[in-house]
């Protein structure tokens, strides 16, 4: 099969409220929905990328069309709900760092059905290089669960590469459910990009090895776990080998980390699409996502290639 896209992913965007300052009654608007941010990257990281979702006949609908259009996100796969809103969510900021309230039950995304993959969007999800779904996409509802999984199956028959973010947000859904979906995502996921916070949460390990290992046992062949500042750990399948290795964080002084493991995942996936080796393309997702947290919002700040690669230009006549 021709593979017209580079990045594909399929989820739940949501338009954003984000607190100006701690305590403050102004919010400003922006979007959101880790795949979304996760693919908006990857476009401007130089990727050929679609979404697939559904969004309500609203304004806020057209708002996230218009958002993809002038980011150059195909929406052929995106679906308008007369009957359901589009999602929003609001980002409030303190001494723990940002916190998420949602008014998404019901949505528009949270109707999809195994049955909206049939047509364009299956076609899209085969002629992508790589499949990206999440933590998120399984919890916003039982049909969206049934729809993401039928997803990775059609992708696995299609040799689309698929990349599952574990993303857990215990807002969504409890915790033992979450334990069960993640688990089976992983079985079914060539790459897997955890936080090392969402697996200590789910099965209580707390090494990054031991981590990774579990990763392993389950079945993802590449593993990134993402570090935060202190950069990434990666490891990959080799014939019967397991290579490891640890990339560098960035030091940066952080405005808001809202995002910032999307932007991640978005540039890591669109240097792999690439051909880039894991390093090299968690390497360069590292100082993406170090870029991304200097600005305010998931969207906003996620930087374009010539910035990233300016950045890898700085560290290394650093170091
Ligand atoms: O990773 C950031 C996302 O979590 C945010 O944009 C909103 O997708 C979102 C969610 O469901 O939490």
Redesign the pocket.
């Known amino acids: 099969m021709h593979k017209t896209y580079d990045v594909t992913a399929l989820g739940?965007a949501?338009v954003?409220f984000n607190q100006t300052r701690p305590g403050d009654r102004r919010f400003l608007q922006g979007f959101?929905?880790?795949t979304s941010?996760a693919v908006i990257a990857a476009a401007r990281a130089g990727a050929q990328v679609a979404y697939l979702s559904r969004v309500g006949d609203d304004a806020f609908g057209q708002a996230l069309l218009d958002l993809w259009h002038e980011e150059k996100v195909d929406v052929e796969g995106v679906e308008r709900d007369a009957a359901h809103p589009t999602g929003i969510?609001f980002v409030t900021h303190g001494e723990q760092g940002h916190a998420?309230s949602?008014l998404r039950a019901g949505s528009a995304a949270s109707h999809m059905t195994p049955q909206w993959l049939d047509g364009p969007v299956a076609q899209t999800i085969a002629q992508s290089r790589v499949l990206h779904v999440s933590g998120?996409s399984l919890a916003i509802s039982a049909t969206a669960c049934d729809t993401v999984f039928a997803a990775m199956q059609l992708a696995r028959e299609a040799g689309t590469l698929v990349s599952f973010d574990s993303?857990l947000?215990l807002k969504?859904w409890p915790l033992a459910r979450a334990r069960a979906c993640i688990t089976q995502a992983v079985s079914m996921c060539d790459v897997f990009l955890p936080s090392l916070e969402d697996v200590a949460a789910l099965v209580g390990l707390h090494e990054p090895d031991a981590v990774i290992d579990w990763a392993h046992a389950l079945g993802a062949s590449s593993v990134v776990l993402k570090l935060g500042s202190d950069g990434a750990l990666i490891s990959q399948r080799v014939g019967d080998e397991y290579r490891r290795e640890r990339i560098p964080g960035h030091a940066v002084e952080l405005v808001d980390a809202?995002?910032a493991?999307?932007c991640f995942c978005g540039n890591l996936l669109a240097r792999l699409a690439r051909g880039q080796p894991l390093a090299d393309a968690a390497r360069y997702a590292n100082a993406a996502a170090a870029l991304s947290v200097q600005g305010f919002g998931?969207v906003a700040p996620l930087p374009r290639a010539d910035a990233v690669i300016a950045r890898l230009r700085d560290t290394n006549d650093r170091s």
Request: charged share 25%; net charge negative.
């Open positions: 739940e949501l954003e959101g929905g880790d941010n969510y998420f949602y998120i993303n947000r969504l809202t995002g493991g999307d998931a």
